[in-house]
């Protein structure tokens, strides 16, 4: 009989769970070690301005896993010892283990900068709570508008949203008739507009400035969020190579910025298992160089290929099912006594919500420039399942006509 602990329950981590136990041998115990006993989905940044969330995106983990036989404790991960095989937990509980996946996802570093996040100035939509905060202040917001600043801070790893969730305001203060009370700012640490931490492909960057450009939504790329306070944001806008261009002040009556990403404290500085920003290293089987018996799924991974300072390298649920599958292959193999064999897909289609339209791309590998499929209406709708305008009136309630079959 051996140990699976799986560390973080969000959807790399339940994915994994559900894939090891399929895979593992009657005897194995897995378990999932989460710090929250709920899962709760990530909202669509096209959410935040408009709606609220309801029951339908949290459950509870503990009775689901369990008619999996899988054991879960919400205790958290406090520390990892990887030298002693032992997770030492939030209740003073240890855990030890003979394989560990980590699926921890990342901590959200608004400290970095003063003022930034929930606690300070600006809005996130990283997590329910901060979207229904954010889908709140909205409301207030558009009865008495002003200048609206959405972006992303340096060492960002996540930056589809951000574009999402301008044009999904642009649309909502259409919609609303006070477009044209409203001047809009985006702010991104990527060194042009289509990045996303990728490269981006031309045909990327032509689409999103032309979106942006025509909804007048006007852009600072290579930008450093220094310091936000009430209604200002301080820019620090660098040239090519990361010296001061130009700084700017922006006024701002709302403003939602994703900030960095870095690791969970549990894993940090951790020598040989984690980067210089805590991301788990991995070879091409999901595993751990320095501690074989540890597997890394989901944001938790660290890139294959590091991208220039300032933003971060993108880190999206892309190719879940094949990371997982590949991760819980290649430890069944480690339990039969063999070595791993079996290396993940990491090429994603990604679909990209715009408001009233959207653009699909692919990447091939994801952390190569991404290449334009399709843009258009049509796909707007896939993202919008949870949005007031679902159900058979759908194309309808967002101006769109059916796409030709
Ligand atoms: C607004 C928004 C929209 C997004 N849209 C997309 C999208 O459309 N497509 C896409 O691919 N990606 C998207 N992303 C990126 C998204 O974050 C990831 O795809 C996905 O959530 C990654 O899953 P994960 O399981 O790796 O990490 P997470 O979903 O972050 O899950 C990690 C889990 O580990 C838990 N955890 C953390 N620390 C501990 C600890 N110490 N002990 C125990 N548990 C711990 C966390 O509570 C969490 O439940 C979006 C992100 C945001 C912010």
């Known amino acids: 009989m051996s140990r699976i602990v799986i560390l973080g329950a969000g959807v790399n981590g339940l994915s994994m769970a559900y894939e090891m136990r399929e895979l593992a041998r009657a005897g194995d115990r897995i378990t999932v070690v989460a710090n929250d006993p709920l899962f709760r989905s990530a909202l669509g940044p096209w959410e935040a301005p408009r709606t609220r969330p309801d029951g339908d995106i949290e459950f509870a983990l503990g009775p689901r896993l369990a008619r999996k036989g899988i054991d879960f404790t919400a205790a958290g991960a406090r520390r990892l010892h990887p030298g002693e095989n032992r997770i030492e937990l939030g209740d003073g509980a240890s855990l030890d283990y003979d394989f560990l996946v980590i699926a921890a996802g990342p901590k959200l570093a608004f400290s970095e900068i003063e003022g930034l996040g929930p606690g300070g100035y600006t809005h996130a939509v990283c997590h329910v709570d901060q979207a229904v905060i954010a889908s709140e202040a909205w409301e207030r917001f558009v009865a008495d508008p002003g200048p609206i600043v959405v972006g992303t801070a340096p060492g960002a790893t996540c930056f589809g949203p951000a574009y999402q969730l301008a044009l999904a305001i642009e649309s909502d203060l259409h919609r609303r008739g006070i477009r ?29 400035e032309s979106a942006l450009r025509k909804r007048s939504i006007r852009w600072i790329t290579n930008a450093r969020v220094t310091r936000v306070e009430a209604g200002r944001m301080h820019v620090s806008e ?16 709302y403003s939602v910025m994703l ?51 300032p933003p971060g390298t993108a880190k999206i649920g892309c190719s879940i099912e094949s990371v997982v599958t590949a991760a819980a292959n290649n430890i069944r193999a480690q339990l039969d006594g063999g070595a791993p064999t079996h290396k993940p897909i990491w090429n994603a289609l990604s679909v990209a919500d715009l408001g009233a339209a959207g653009i699909a791309f692919v990447e091939q590998p994801q952390t190569a420039a991404g290449d334009s499929l399709s843009a258009g209406g049509w796909l707007h709708l896939p993202q919008c399942a949870c949005c007031e305008g679902g159900g058979g009136e759908l194309p309808q309630a967002h101006g769109l006509s059916r796409p030709a079959a």
Not at 239 to 250: I, M, T, W, Y
Not at 278 to 291: A, E, K, M, S
């Open 180 to 208: 044209e009370r409203v001047d809009m700012s985006f702010v991104t640490a990527e060194p042009h507009i289509g990045h996303l931490g990728l490269g981006g492909s031309s045909e990327c960057r032509t689409l999103l």
């Open 259 to 309: 900030p960095a990403s870095r690791s969970i404290d549990a894993i940090a500085g951790i020598d040989g298992l984690v980067n210089q920003c805590g991301f788990v290293l991995i070879d091409d089987y999901l595993r751990n160089p320095r501690y074989g018996n540890i597997y890394a799924v989901g944001v938790s991974v660290a890139p294959a290929k590091e991208a220039p300072a």
């Open 238 to 253: 660098r040239d090519a190579g990361g010296g001061p261009k130009q700084e700017h002040v922006l006024a701002f009556k």
